[in-house]
C-alpha cells in the first residue's frame, strides 16, 4: 500500500522569507503523479503544485516549487517570498498514474506566516 | 478549471437520524468520485470510491451499511450517513476529476461539517 509521511505538524516562517516541507512517500509503483495541496482555514483544497514521477525536472509554480527525489522517494516543497495568505494546512499527496484520482495524503504540516 | 459543489456545507442531526451530502460535478462528467472524512486537525482518509451506475469501493474499515454511497448519474454522487451518532461526527470532503482526462488532479468540493448531537 501506498503511504505519504510528513514529519513536521507545524511549521512557522517569518513573512519574506523562505521554508521548506518535507514528504516523503513509500510505493511500489513505478509511475505515478506526487501533489501539493493547501487548505486555508475555509477548508477548500488547492492544488499548489503537482509533479509527474517520470519527469526528472522539478515543478515550479511561481513562489512555489519540489525538490523531487524519486530514488530516495522525497518530495519536499519550497515557498519563496512568503505571504501571509500562505498560511494554511499543506497536504502532500499521491497517486498512481494509473489510478484515477485516488488519492493518498499525508498528515498535513501547518505553515504559520509571522508578519 | 473544474467546479464541484458540494451540499450542504453544514449540517447538524439528532443522534439516529440519516443525513445525505450531496457532490456534483458541474461543469464536467464524473464517472468516479471519491468520500474522504477528516477529523480535526488531521489528514484527508479514504472512505470510498463512487462508481457511476456500480457499487460504491469502500476502503478497510469503512462501514458499507453505514456510510451508503450513490452514484446515479455522471455529475451527483451522493453520501447517505445512517443511523448517526455523535462519532461520526467530522468534516467530509468530496472530489472528482474529469472523464476525459485520467491524470488531471482531482478537484475538491467545500466540504460539509457533520455534526451529530
Known amino acids: 500500500a501506498q503511504t505519504v509521511t510528513q514529519s513536521q505538524p507545524e511549521m512557522s516562517v517569518q513573512e519574506a522569507e523562505t521554508v521548506t516541507l518535507s514528504c516523503t512517500y513509500d510505493?511500489?509503483?513505478?509511475?505515478?503523479?506526487l501533489f501539493w495541496y493547501k487548505q486555508p482555514p475555509s477548508r477548500q483544497m488547492i492544488l499548489v503544485i503537482r509533479q509527474e514521477a517520470y519527469k526528472q525536472q522539478n515543478a515550479t509554480e511561481n513562489r512555489f516549487s519540489v525538490n523531487f527525489q524519486k530514488a530516495a522517494k522525497s518530495f519536499s516543497l519550497k515557498i519563496s517570498d512568503s505571504q501571509l495568505g500562505d498560511a494554511a494546512m499543506y497536504f502532500c499527496a499521491y497517486k498512481g498514474r494509473y489510478n484515477f484520482n485516488k488519492f493518498y495524503f499525508g498528515s498535513g504540516t501547518k505553515l504559520n506566516v509571522k508578519p | 478549471g473544474a467546479v464541484v459543489s458540494q451540499h450542504p456545507s453544514r449540517v447538524i442531526c439528532k443522534s439516529g437520524t440519516s443525513v445525505k451530502i450531496e457532490c456534483r460535478s458541474l461543469?464536467?462528467?464524473?464517472?468516479?468520485m471519491f468520500w474522504y472524512r477528516q477529523f480535526p486537525k488531521q489528514s484527508l482518509m479514504l472512505m470510498a470510491t463512487s462508481n457511476e451506475g456500480s457499487k460504491a469501493t469502500y476502503e478497510q474499515g469503512v462501514e458499507k451499511d453505514k456510510f451508503l454511497i450513490n452514484h446515479a448519474s455522471l455529475t451527483l454522487s451522493t453520501l447517505t450517513v445512517t443511523s448517526a451518532h455523535p462519532e461520526d461526527s467530522s468534516f467530509y470532503i468530496c472530489?472528482?476529476?474529469?472523464?476525459?482526462?485520467?491524470?488531471?488532479?482531482?478537484?475538491f468540493g467545500q466540504g460539509t461539517r457533520l455534526t451529530v448531537v
Open positions: 461543469d464536467f462528467q464524473a464517472t468516479t
Open positions: 510505493t511500489s509503483e513505478s509511475d505515478y503523479y
Open positions: 472530489s472528482a476529476g474529469r472523464t476525459d482526462n485520467m491524470n488531471t488532479e482531482a478537484f
